[in-house]
């Protein structure tokens, strides 16, 4: 008897030892990039929401080096192209390597693997960091290409701007009615984004790009949560990846004050998608970014305030490495300093996803 209990709690014990990613895997999991969000511009928001953030919920965190195939300082699209497809590109090329030959996404693996996918951001969905995930071209630029490049998947949702290059394009093609013929639900605002329940839904709310904080309203968080409403519906489990796409706008206008508005409306989705998870138990949260911009560093500063000595170097992206956050199941394996190359391979071992 005694040598039995021993024999169980020898391999309770052991089982405790085992890393969690050992133990459960996620079904579903949710990216989410702040574009242009480093330390500083993090530490910004909190400082103004008086030293809380929704993100600090996550007890796993890391960095990301961001240096491109071309360049020591990445741009959003091979930034963009390494996260979502796991090879380092040139600048300003979108999910292919720098001999442009196209390259899967883990949005398309998932995608391939009968998982439910979906894209939501605060800019064009056409735009860098989401057509990286989607797209496959040569130049981030493309827009309209871009745009036809929804054509040639099977994405559950995407939301966000860009409608005019759907709709009014160069090649005369109305590639809303082409979505539509692919069963697709197609929403003008956000009211009928919230409406719909189930199916295939393309969400084209503006005509170029989504406008800033707070014009935009509660757009993103909203957005968001209408998106994994209907993403859950899949049994077999959802990649979705969001986007706080203009952070990084702020930060190319050195303007600290609206960075922080964006900060806080990316950390206030955020904790929408954290309530989600630990509800769901099943869904890995990843929060990360593409690159810094402004080269920002704070010199002083008021909790509860916006106004701080904010200082940048630049105008345009560094290339220090990014902060990573991450929690839920298999959160243990985004954490430490990693390659933004990284996170397609282990996302891909989480899932269980087949080439």
């Keep these: ?25 996620p079904r579903n999991v949710i990216f989410l990039i702040g574009d242009g969000m480093g330390l500083a511009q993090i530490y910004a928001g909190m400082v103004a929401n008086g030293d809380s953030l929704q993100l600090e919920r996550c007890r796993y965190s890391g960095f990301s080096k961001t240096y491109s195939a071309s360049n020591f300082t990445t741009d959003s699209g091979a930034g963009g192209t390494a996260l979502a497809c796991g090879v380092k590109t040139k600048n300003g090329m979108i999910g292919m390597g720098p001999d442009s030959v196209s390259v899967t996404s883990i949005l398309e693996l998932s995608e391939k693997n009968k998982l439910s996918t979906g894209i939501v951001v605060a800019c064009s969905v056409t735009h860098a960091t989401p057509a990286s995930f989607i797209a496959h071209q040569v130049n981030r630029d493309m827009n309209e290409e871009i745009a036809a490049d929804y054509l040639k998947t099977d994405i559950d949702v995407f939301i966000g701007g860009g409608r005019k290059y759907f709709e009014d394009r160069t090649d005369g093609r109305n590639l809303t009615n082409e979505l539509k013929a692919k069963n697709y639900q197609i929403a003008y605002n956000l009211n009928d984004v919230k409406a719909i329940k189930s199916g295939k839904l393309a969400g084209l709310l503006y005509e170029d790009q989504n406008p800033g904080m707070p014009e935009r309203g509660s757009m993103l968080p909203d957005a968001t949560m209408a998106a994994i409403n209907i993403l859950a519906n899949n049994k077999k489990g959802f990649f979705l990846m969001i986007e706080g796409s203009q952070i990084d706008w702020a930060g190319h206008d050195n303007n600290s004050v609206q960075m922080i508005k964006e900060v806080l409306d990316f950390d206030q989705t955020i904790g929408h998608v954290l309530d989600f998870a630990k509800k769901d138990g099943n869904t890995l949260v990843i929060i990360t970014a593409d690159h810094e911009t402004g080269g920002m560093s704070i010199l002083n500063g008021k909790f509860n305030s916006d106004k701080m000595n904010a200082q940048f170097s630049t105008k345009n992206h560094s290339g220090v490495p990014v902060p990573v956050f991450a929690y839920g199941p298999g959160a243990e394996n985004f954490s430490g300093f990693m390659e933004n190359i990284s996170f397609k391979a282990k996302l891909q071992k989480l899932l269980k996803l087949k080439n």
């Excluded at 005694?2 to 459960?24: C, G, M, N, R």
């Design 1 to 25: 008897m005694k040598t039995t209990s021993l024999l169980i709690a020898f391999i309770l014990f052991s089982f405790s030892l085992q890393p969690v990613s050992a133990q459960k895997r």
